[in-house]
């Protein structure tokens, strides 16, 4: 791609931008407020109190308590720390632990190593739309069961859970429930109250912040063990001089994904509805992957019959249009997506698969540019596919 060429960013799940404002806030903490917030001199008061402000912030943004917040490296520290710090402190009253079969690798993975070490998982099945089902879920709950583990939102396709009813019925039967909010933190509204949620896993460069910093939140009451030993920070549990540009970082990301979240959502919306509705009628043979509404505002997942999905991306990003075929963490994978194959799509197709994920910069012209060279794209490769030729030849 030439330097020129202008970029149209449509891989918003994968990362985002950081802001301006978020970068500025930063920058003083590299250079000019570089103190450790451990030490006792005044110097390092600044970053002290810069850390405890931004703790707030994001306690603020979920109904929780700041000491119920706890910084990490990002979402795949969060959920690890959470899953394996949770079945080390509760495993005297069970081994057995719930989550589904789309949930991101960091979970998947984890709990396969748990199951390594003697541990029990059930991984529920999803509906065609990518949902967990509650029925389903009540029948996994054992007396030894000590925790659930359902993602807020799906970070292929988009599909939000069902996440109060789940988070009531983990209370009920007194089972700790912990989600990965990655995608869906600032994007939607969350209340950790309100869907009785224990522990939540959250990620800055998600949401226009920078990389490399996220947050663990762990409710008052819940006993999680340290999961990196050494110093007292973040209250003797995750030990580590804090990162100090990242955490203003993450704190003023979160302040400003806040402060707009329902006019950003309400724009995403509108640009969404209109490049799903154009493509499955402009595009044959070509479906939406995950839930039809109930889907974070951004996100628009298509699987093309007939076609492979890294040609697709290959030929939009000579266009100027940069997409993905699913998780940025598997992308270096050939094996189609899990979460398609656990929706129930054939492996053909869930090899053309496309996600696009949008942001408030996103325009409508873009959006229009987008479909047409789909379009374009989409027909091309179709034409040099001897499927797609015997399937016109048979007539259907």
Same mark, same amino acid.
């Given at each position: 791609m030439?330097?020129?060429k202008k970029?149209i960013?449509?891989?918003n ?39 405890s402000?931004a703790r707030?912030?994001?306690?603020? &943004? #979920?109904?929780?308590?700041?000491? *119920? +917040? ?5 979402g795949? =520290?969060?959920d690890?720390? $959470?899953?394996?710090?949770?079945a080390?402190a509760?495993?005297?009253?069970g081994?057995?632990?719930?989550t ?48 659930? &583990? #359902?993602?807020?939102?799906n970070? *292929? +396709? ?5 996440i109060k =009813?789940?988070?009531?019925? $983990? ?11 990655v ?17 939540l896993s ?7 912040g ?12 819940v006993?999680?063990?340290?999961f ?6 973040e209250r ?8 100090v540009?990242?955490?203003v970082?993450l ?19 509108g640009?969404r ?19 039809p ?26 266009a100027?249009?940069?997409?993905s075929?699913?998780?940025?963490c ?7 997506s ?8 054939p ?9 696009l994920?949008l942001?408030e ?7 229009d540019?987008?479909?047409?060279e ?18 016109v030849?048979?007539?259907?």
């Open positions: 030439s330097d020129d970029v960013y449509l891989d799940a994968a990362t985002t931008r950081t802001k301006p404002e978020v970068v500025e806030a930063m920058l003083p903490f590299f250079t000019e407020y570089y103190g450790n917030p451990s030490s006792v001199y005044d110097f390092s008061g600044i970053s002290k109190k810069a850390v402000d707030q912030i994001l306690a603020s &943004s #979920i109904g929780a308590k700041p000491q *119920e +917040i706890y910084f990490t490296a990002g795949s =520290e969060s690890n720390w $959470a899953i394996k710090a949770a080390e509760y495993q005297k009253k081994r057995h632990i719930i589904s079969k789309i949930e991101h690798h960091a979970v998947l993975h984890t709990c396969q190593y748990l199951e390594r070490q003697g541990f029990e998982v059930t991984y529920l099945d999803v509906d065609e739309n990518g949902v967990i089902k509650l029925e389903e879920l009540k029948r996994a709950i054992r007396p030894d069961t000590i925790l659930i &583990s #359902i993602m807020f939102a970070n *292929e +396709i988009g599909t939000m859970e069902p =009813e789940i988070g009531q019925l $983990a209370k009920e039967h007194q089972i700790l429930f912990h989600t990965d909010a995608q869906a933190y600032a994007h939607v509204p969350i209340d950790v109250d309100e869907c009785h949620i224990d522990m959250a990620s800055g460069h998600k949401l226009s920078p990389k490399g910093i996220g947050f663990l939140y762990i409710r008052t009451g006993k999680i063990l340290s990196i030993h050494g110093g007292a920070q003797k549990r995750r030990a580590g001089t804090e990162n540009p990242g955490i970082g704190g003023k990301a979160a302040e400003l994904a806040m402060a707009t979240l329902k006019e950003r959502a309400e724009k995403e919306k640009l509805d209109r490049l799903i509705r154009r493509v499955l009628s402009e595009v044959p043979y070509t479906r939406l992957n995950g839930h509404t109930d889907r974070l505002p951004n996100n628009a997942d298509f699987a093309f019959q007939f076609i492979e999905g890294e040609s697709l991306l290959i030929m939009l990003d000579m100027g249009i940069c997409g075929s699913g998780s940025a598997t992308s270096g994978s050939l094996d189609p899990h979460v398609l194959l656990a929706i129930g799509l492996h053909e197709i869930a090899h053309g698969s496309l996600r994920t942001s910069e996103t325009t409508m012209e873009e959006i540019y987008v479909v047409g789909i379009k374009r794209i989409v027909e091309r490769l179709r034409s040099m596919s001897p499927l797609y030729e015997d399937f030849k048979q007539g259907r």
